[in-house]
């Protein structure tokens, strides 16, 4: 699966954008589609996963309640809208793809088969 984040950029704190994950290259069926995060010096952070054909969505607690997360199975995207952004949600968002995950897996990235170069989201006054 290829992937392409975009929607990044610098918001205030409290403010909302809105990430898209173009995916292609091949049936996604038992492909879960989430975002992962990466602040400077830390290591990668898990925010949301889905299964593409359906199913439960699990958000971090840290994002629960301010993000959400949809698909457009016709345009083969998935969005992630964040709102009440805070400054420690200042990080590189990657979507990622993974196959075959079930609930209690999806937040491991080394579940994942495939990355698209990520997006850089600056929350700051």
């Known amino acids: 699966v290829q992937l392409q984040a975009s929607g990044g950029g610098l918001v205030q704190p409290g403010g909302s954008l809105r990430l898209s994950c173009a995916a292609s290259?091949?049936?996604?069926?038992?492909?879960?589609l989430a975002w992962f995060r990466q602040a400077p010096g830390k290591e990668r952070e898990f925010v949301v996963g889905?299964?593409?054909?359906?199913?439960?969505?699990k958000f971090a607690d840290s994002v629960k309640g301010r993000f959400t997360f949809s698909k457009d199975k016709a345009k083969n995207h998935v969005y992630l809208q964040m709102s009440s952004l805070k400054p420690e949600d200042t990080a590189v968002y990657y979507c990622?793809?993974?196959?075959?995950?079930?609930?209690?897996?999806?937040?491991?990235?080394?579940?994942?088969?495939?990355w698209g170069p990520g997006t850089q989201v600056t929350v700051s006054s």
């Open positions: 889905s299964r593409w054909s359906g199913g439960s969505t």
């Open positions: 290259g091949r049936t996604f069926t038992d492909v879960t």
């Open positions: 990622a793809a993974g196959r075959r995950l079930i609930t209690s897996t999806m937040s491991d990235p080394s579940r994942y088969d495939d």
